[in-house]
């Protein structure tokens, strides 16, 4: 049973509510603890990311406050890869994502639209290169900023389905699974993140790497992604059925402040 997730967004970012109606849709959901993470600034990403850490931390310590008894609500952020927040200890917890790349002096998103992407892929001449600095950032940001969360682990296959844009054999999964040995042997958490279904088929990570954390006994915590209170759950049953087809009894959820193993 899920009971509490820590991936969601609001109008600080790219999210469609605010966050009292995020959290009351969280208490209506059945949820206990819920954590908010919005996107950090980034000085090459002024459309989808917040312009004031300070106000987003304002008005989530309201909400903890109107939800004070009710409901347990966590103050976190997502940072990207190329531009992390500069006072981690302002946060309850860092969501570490990768959504851009940089080409020479210019920053690209390959996670946006179709057409951002292959702006991206020209820009790289070879398409090829994507994953593979890619998971180059992935085992950097693990190493190096040691999230407390890594956000959607293979998010770089996210608008590849039909290997429109790159092969995703024997060459991807080396590369996606040597940065997964790296971040098994981190004291970060990986996500099972729902929200692979708006894209593909499958959530992030998809299902060879989720056999490989299985294999070495890590488990994931299973997160929606929430960009609106529709969103508080989306997709969260079909992840859980995906970990227990791959053969997994539990999940961490983030409780009381602390990671516990909750069954699902």
């Not at 469609?16 to 209506?28: D, G, H, S, V, Y």
């Not at 531009?83 to 080409?103: E, F, L, M, T, W």
């Not at 090829?128 to 950032?137: A, F, K, M, T, V």
């Not at 490989?212 to 079909?238: P, Y």
């Amino acid at each position: 049973m899920i009971r509490s997730t820590l991936h969601n967004h609001t109008r600080h970012c790219d999210g469609k509510n605010t966050a009292k109606e995020m959290a009351q849709a969280a208490l209506e959901a059945g949820l206990t603890d819920f954590g908010f993470s919005g996107h950090a600034p980034a000085f090459f990403d002024r459309e989808s990311t917040m312009a004031s850490e300070e106000a987003y931390r304002q008005e989530i310590r309201q909400v903890q406050q109107t939800f004070q008894g009710t409901l347990r609500i966590y103050l976190g952020i997502e940072q990207d890869y190329l531009d992390p927040v500069k006072d981690r200890s302002a946060y309850d917890y860092v969501i570490g994502s990768i959504h851009n790349i940089k080409v020479e002096e210019s920053y690209f998103t390959f996670d946006w639209t179709q057409e951002k992407l292959e702006e991206l892929l020209a820009a790289l001449g070879d398409r090829e290169l994507l994953p593979q600095i890619y998971y180059e950032y992935m085992i950097d940001m693990i190493t190096s900023q040691k999230p407390d969360i890594i956000g959607h682990f293979d998010l770089v296959r996210k608008l590849n389905a039909g290997e429109k844009y790159f092969k995703e054999g024997r060459a991807y999964q080396k590369l996606a699974l040597n940065a997964l040995e790296v971040a098994m042997e981190s004291s970060s958490v990986l996500e099972l993140n729902a929200a692979g279904y708006r894209y593909r088929s499958t959530p992030y990570p998809d299902r060879f790497l989720l056999d490989r954390l299985l294999e070495k006994g890590q488990l994931v915590t299973v997160q929606a992604d929430a960009h609106d209170t529709s969103g508080i759950l989306a997709n969260v049953s079909k992840a859980v059925e995906v970990l227990k087809e791959v053969g997994f009894r539990s999940s961490l959820q983030w409780i009381k402040g602390k990671w516990e193993e909750v069954g699902l």
